[in-house]
């Protein structure tokens, strides 16, 4: 079974271009979550979709960041325009809501974003 | 308030040794998770606790949870240099299992 998958892996960009990050959550799982760390910080939640819909999206920095889940399957996190401050590691996880689970939660190998 | 607090946050030891590494927290949880971070790479999950659980192990990895105490701690035994890595410590105490994340322990095996 494949785990979460993210795309691309690593990204440079300049100050004020727009990326977008992919999440391919474990098939099936309906909670789709994105984290990231910036230099020296820990690893602070962002937002988390149940299916499509979001859930909680407390944690967005500000609303050059946008999510999407269209279809519930993958997920998108657009950073348009970009701002050196938002170099970190991106990473996405996913969850599976089903009775005694164990409420793992998956996380995939990170985005990593150089903002220039 | 900072929640899931890892200390020490570096620690390095001989292969063989046992490593420790420690975790607090400030409010009720429902669940307690380990992950681990090669440098450069994602987040593996290592082990989960239940609040209603003390004590877990898997492999040679061991888990206790202190809910008076709001604390929790990590005991690789045997370490390998395969071990060198970033532990870090996830608390979540509500229906949508948002974690919250300490700022992780950098372990290094010496081998």
């Known amino acids: 079974e494949a785990g979460v998958t993210q795309f691309p892996s690593h990204s440079v960009i300049e100050k004020g271009q727009t990326v977008t990050l992919r999440c391919d959550p474990i098939?099936?799982?309906?909670?789709l979550y994105w984290y990231r760390r910036v230099m020296g910080k820990e690893i602070k939640f962002l937002l988390h979709?149940?299916?499509?819909?979001?859930?909680?999206e407390s944690g967005m920095p500000n609303n050059r960041f946008l999510a999407e889940r269209t279809g519930g399957t993958y997920s998108t996190l657009k950073v348009q325009p970009a701002e050196l401050e938002d170099s970190g590691v991106y990473f996405c996880a996913s969850r599976l809501t089903e009775a005694g689970s164990g409420n793992t939660i998956y996380f995939g190998e990170g985005s990593w974003l150089t903002v220039v | 308030s900072q929640q899931g607090e890892e200390d020490p946050q570096a620690l390095s030891i001989q292969e063989g040794e046992n490593a420790t590494m420690n975790c607090s927290y400030k409010t009720s949880i429902n669940n307690l998770q380990w992950y681990r971070q090669n440098s450069g790479r994602g987040l593996v999950h290592l082990i989960l606790?239940?609040?209603?659980?003390r004590e877990k192990h898997s492999g040679r990895l061991r888990v206790t949870l202190d809910t008076s105490k709001k604390s929790s701690s990590l005991l690789i035994t045997a370490s390998r240099a395969a071990d060198t890595a970033s532990y870090f410590c996830?608390?979540?105490?509500?229906?949508?299992?948002?974690?919250?994340f300490g700022k992780g322990t950098l372990l290094t095996v010496n081998p």
């Open positions: 098939s099936g799982h309906d909670n």
């Open positions: 979709f149940v299916k499509e819909s979001k859930q909680d």
């Open positions: 996830a608390t979540d105490k509500g229906s949508n299992y948002k974690l919250t």
């Open positions: 606790i239940r609040s209603n659980e």
